[in-house]
């Protein structure tokens, strides 16, 4: 841009470059000689280069700073002090040397001040984005403010809420299904009493400290790396995680909800920071004894130890204390009489409660709360008193209601804390005419038969049934007990008592979907090399055959040992087809059937039709005869879902559940395919042939298309039926428990009701019956699907049929009742096939084996027999003639799982 500039007038312009003269001379200074440390001035045009563009650029007030003082040290070297001395300093002001003249090179301008120098401007490359020390340094405690800052600020907001509100309560109102109201429960119904400390023992405190808060009373009221970990695994989708400090559950059971959520978790916090320092310590845990829930209703430990132990909170000794605090942590699961579930029994309980007790105590006394000799005093756990029930839930009321409520908190967002805070409008399932007619059913048949002031043997009787619909789940009707203020296990719900023969349509329904395995294969197969079956397929159902494997090896348990399983009355029955074998309830055909299908598929069947796993017993051979013990209800629900043609449903209490006008839960139908319709289908139908004309006769009275099965356990200790029809799904439970004694042990039945033994087809049957007739009054009769034809005829070890069977080895038949129960046809004796279960030779095969093994082991005429007809009776025949009874592996002396 020079060139442009307008040049001015000689000897007028820029005065301060020019040499001036010497003070008192006149004459001008000459211009200091080049080199040396002024040398830098070398012209204007040299200076104009040399100055920064915008600082002061070509006018006279160019000299600064360190260019002036240069200029000025040369001024008064050439013409001493004065103007003359100014002038030169103007001058060396704008040639000086430095970082603005040429003497010190090229230009570079200083940094410009950056409050966060970020990127680094005296970096290069990677450098210039690594932060300095004093930038980490200083964003870290930036950030630690901030958040102590934004901390100060929430905890000014966050006040504490109202106590007496935030623990109000209201009575629940349960309503029958067709919208009448059915009991008031809840609320009113729950023991609260408050009681100041000095009327809680120090026991009791000292207990729950030494559990739960070894640091209480020096602690601030919270734990932050609990709360961040809690939070954090909430955060992630993980487990959920409770306060953990008492101050903590206290403000939680106090002021908060019960949900698991980070918004909770935050409040929870707060709040409990400025309890933690606004309350005295004793004040808190007052609070957290009297407002924690320790079970059986009672809230605060006033009430538990009344509910408990019968006492007030200020007598309790240090061992009873130690057990109310394991309440504290799920009294479902710590309460010796038992909870809500397969997972709290009372010997799963009791067990968990004792241990959770000497825990306890021994805490104490690792943190100096218990003398070891206090501790030695107390060995034995303080066994609580049978729990009390309110008058208001009497009857079965008190059972429908324990079955609801054990619904919503497994099945809706609903905690068992807010259930029992009350002030829920719960619609149930439960019809009032059914119930009624249950109630009715069995208290007719017990008051005629059950006399227990006359027979000893008539004690401790108990009764229990579920009625379900198909294809929906609803549970329309139960029967817990005779009333739940007195006897406070629900029959209806899991009591692990056996189920016996009504097992085996499970078994049949997995023959016939998954087949029985190829004995040449190996033990897994798959559905390729399987052969599903059919009705017509014929088993051995003597009298304590020897159990055979798929590979018709002879079955061992781990120590080597046979099993013999025993028919009711010992009876062999000889070649008979599964719908015969399960008419009569034979136990031979099913316990070869589950082997030769596979005691998984079995269990697996069961499951898919809507038993529970953990109500299943292992996995052994008696598994098929019903050694699980799965509830009345899921049982009822199981073979609802053979009457829906296969479709499963689960079985339900509560339709919806209201709050303040709002839908808090609404039930959503659950219903999917188990099994095929030919399947579920030719199950019923079976099960039909029961009903007309086998063990389970009696319910024929009810008049309209039905099916069903008996079944009565080893040493007569329970029995059952299990039956449908189309509408409606029921299955009745009979069995004797003393459930007043300490150890609750199922006893047997012989002579109970004055007859010899009971059997499902007895009591349980006449109560369906009874039952379901009332049940069904104004419905109209519906038949069941016409089955489709299924599976193959097959035959197990030593029941094929010889070139010409005697009449003993001919099943029982009608075939006008049914077709498939004619006389199934084989191959000829010299024919070939592949399926060695429909191939003559394979009859010939079991006849020498079973012929030569019942001779030698069962007798010499079972051995003679046996080899002549192809083994169907001769070993098992003789077995059950001349044999001798050494017991069972599995039934104990008598060797028997299931009797009918």
């Known amino acids: 841009m020079s060139e442009h500039r307008r040049k001015p007038p000689q000897g007028r312009g820029r005065r301060a470059a020019q040499p001036q003269p010497s003070p008192g001379t006149g004459r001008r200074s000459a211009p200091p000689p ?11 045009a040299d200076a104009r280069r040399a100055a920064p563009r915008g600082s002061g650029g070509g006018g006279r007030r160019r000299a600064a700073g ?3 003082a240069a200029g000025a040290g040369a001024g008064m070297a050439a013409g001493g002090m004065g103007g003359g001395g100014r002038r030169a300093g103007g001058a060396g002001g704008r040639g000086g040397g430095g970082p603005y003249g040429r003497g010190g090179g090229r230009f570079q301008p200083p940094p410009r001040k950056r409050f966060i120098d970020y990127p680094r401007w005296n970096k290069a490359g990677f450098g210039r984005w690594v932060p300095s020390w004093k930038l980490v340094l200083g964003s870290f405690a930036g950030f630690l403010g901030l958040i102590i800052g934004l901390s100060g600020i929430a905890l000014a907001m966050v006040g504490v809420p109202d106590q007496n509100e935030a623990t109000k309560q209201q009575k629940n109102v ?3 299904a067709n919208g009448k109201q059915m009991v008031v429960a809840g609320g009113g119904d729950q023991n609260r009493q408050i009681v100041p400390l000095a009327q809680i023992p120090k026991s009791m405190q000292n207990a729950v400290i030494a559990a739960e808060n070894e640091s209480f009373y020096e602690d601030p009221g919270v734990d932050p790396v609990g709360i961040v970990r809690a939070v954090g695994r909430m955060a992630l989708g993980g487990d959920t995680q409770s306060g953990s400090t008492i101050t903590q559950q206290y403000v939680k059971n106090t002021y908060l909800d019960q949900s698991q959520t980070i918004t909770r978790k935050v409040k929870e916090l707060f709040i409990s920071i400025k309890v933690g320092a ?28 009344q509910a408990y132990y019968r006492k007030d909170a200020k007598d309790l000794n240090p061992s009873e204390s130690a057990f109310l605090s394991a309440t504290l942590n799920g009294p479902n699961l710590y309460d010796p009489a038992g909870g809500i579930g397969s997972a709290a029994t009372k010997e799963k309980n009791f067990e968990r409660a004792k241990a959770r007790w000497s825990w306890t105590l021994d805490r104490e006394v690792q943190t100096g709360r218990l003398s070891k000799a206090t501790r030695a005093e107390y060995t034995k756990f303080p066994m609580p008193k049978q729990p009390k029930k309110s008058t208001e839930l009497k009857g079965q009321k008190g059972y429908m209601v324990d079955v609801v409520n054990n619904y919503i908190t497994a099945n809706s967002d609903i905690s068992d804390r807010e259930l029992k805070q009350g002030g829920l409008r719960i619609h149930t399932t439960f019809d009032k005419k059914k119930m009624a007619d249950m109630a009715a059913a069995v208290k007719k048949v017990r008051d005629a038969n059950i006399k227990p002031e006359d027979r000893e043997v008539d004690k401790y009787v108990q009764f229990g049934g579920a009625s379900v619909k198909p294809n929906d789940g609803a549970i329309v009707a139960m029967y817990g007990g005779d009333d739940a203020t007195t006897h406070f296990t629900n029959n209806a719900d899991y009591t692990g008592v056996q189920v016996g023969s009504t097992f085996k349509p499970f078994v049949l329904a997995s023959a016939m979907r998954d087949g029985v395995r ?7 197969q798959g559905s390729e090399a399987r052969t599903p079956v059919s009705p017509k397929s014929v088993y051995n159902g003597d009298n304590k055959i020897k159990l055979r494997n798929y590979n018709r090896t002879i079955w061992q348990n781990e120590e080597g040992k046979e099993w013999r399983q025993r028919n009711d009355g010992n009876q062999s029955m000889g070649r008979i087809n599964l719908r015969e074998a399960m008419k009569e309830s034979v136990n031979t055909p099913f316990i070869q059937l589950g082997m030769d299908v596979g005691v998984d598929k079995v269990k697996a069947a069961a499951i898919d039709a809507g038993l529970n796993e953990d109500s299943l017993a292992r996995t052994t051979p008696t598994f098929s005869l019903g050694t699980s013990a799965p509830s009345a209800i899921r049982m009822a629900n199981a073979y609802g879902t053979f009457a829906s043609s ?18 808090v839960y609404t039930h959503q139908k659950q219903v999917k395919s188990a099994f095929e319709a030919r399947v579920a289908d030719n199950v019923t139908n079976v099960l039909e042939t029961v009903v007309q004309d086998g063990t389970g006769k009696a319910a024929s009275a009810l008049g309209r298309p039905a099916a069903g099965k008996t079944g009565t356990t080893d040493d007569n200790k329970s029995a059952w039926f299990a039956g449908y029809t189309p509408q409606l799904s029921t299955s009745i439970g009979m069995w004797r428990v003393n459930d007043k004694a300490k150890v609750q042990k199922f006893q047997k039945m012989y002579g109970v009701g004055g007859q010899e033994s009971i059997h499902g087809a007895s009591f349980p049957a006449e109560i369906w019956t009874e039952y379901m007739t009332g049940a069904l009054s104004g419905t109209p009769a519906k038949s ?21 069977p005697s009449p003993t080895d001919t099943p029982s038949q009608d075939p006008s009742q049914d077709p498939s129960q004619s006389p199934s046809q084989s191959p000829s004796p010299s024919g070939t096939c592949d399926n060695p279960f429909v191939c003559n030779d394979q009859g010939q095969t079991a006849g020498q084996d079973q012929g030569q093994d019942g001779g030698n082991d069962q007798g010499q005429d079972g051995g003679n027999t046996g080899g002549a007809n192809g083994g169907n009776t001769g070993g098992a025949n003789g077995g059950n003639t001349g044999g001798a009874d050494n017991g069972g592996l599995f039934g104990g002396p008598t060797g028997s799982r299931e009797r009918d």
């Open 646 to 663: 296969g479709m499963k449903s689960e079985p339900y209490s509560v339709k919806r559940v209201e709050k303040d006008g709002e839908d």
């Open 278 to 305: 606004t309350e005295k310590k004793q004040k808190i845990l007052e609070g957290y004894l009297n407002t924690g829930y320790y079970g059986r209703g009672a809230y605060g430990i006033q009430a538990a130890a």
């Open 34 to 44: 080049r080199g040396g440390a002024s040398s830098s001035y070398g012209g204007r």
């Open 784 to 804: 069941f699907p016409a089955p489709e034809p299924i599976g193959e005829p097959v035959f197990g070890v030593g029941a094929s049929p010889s070139p010409t």
């Open 66 to 68: 360190a260019g002036a």
């Open 174 to 176: 349960y309503y029958w």
């Open 518 to 524: 190829n004995p040449k294969g190996p033990e897994v």
